[in-house]
């Protein structure tokens, strides 16, 4: 897993990727041809003014599928746009969330 860093996969990837809403955040996938998962975390101002708690989210997304990379599929593209605050969620309830929002969008597998 890389980090999704320029201006050019971030803009294909919202404009050709499919969308799966949560509560919480959407996630925006891309099939590329490609044999690694590339990531991008998008916490606005909006969430909160606090760059300790933005951080703090892109921390715990990005460590939840960290661990559960054993069930991707190689070869995406993943934006995932926060819009509320997580840190009302436990950690379960969150890690649940992200991995069933991406197993919906096909970038992992179903267990």
């Known amino acids: 897993m890389e980090p999704l860093r320029k201006k050019v996969e971030f803009s294909k990837t919202y404009r050709l ?3 799966v809403r949560t509560p919480y955040f ?3 996938t891309l099939q590329v041809k490609s044999p690694i998962i590339k990531l991008g975390i998008v916490v ?3 969430v909160s003014k606090k760059a300790v708690t933005r951080n703090r989210a892109r921390r715990r997304i990005r460590e939840i599928i960290r661990r559960n990379i054993s069930l991707a599929i190689p070869g995406f593209f ?3 746009n926060v819009y509320t605050d997580l840190s009302e969620l436990s950690h379960s ?4 969330v992200i ?3 991406l197993q919906t969008s096909k970038v992992f597998k179903n267990e």
Do not use: A, D, N, W
């Open 17 to 19: 990727g499919k969308s």
């Open 26 to 28: 959407t996630i925006k």
């Open 44 to 46: 606005s101002k909006k």
């Open 78 to 80: 993943v934006i995932v």
């Open 93 to 96: 309830e969150l890690e649940k």
């Open 99 to 101: 991995i069933q929002s």
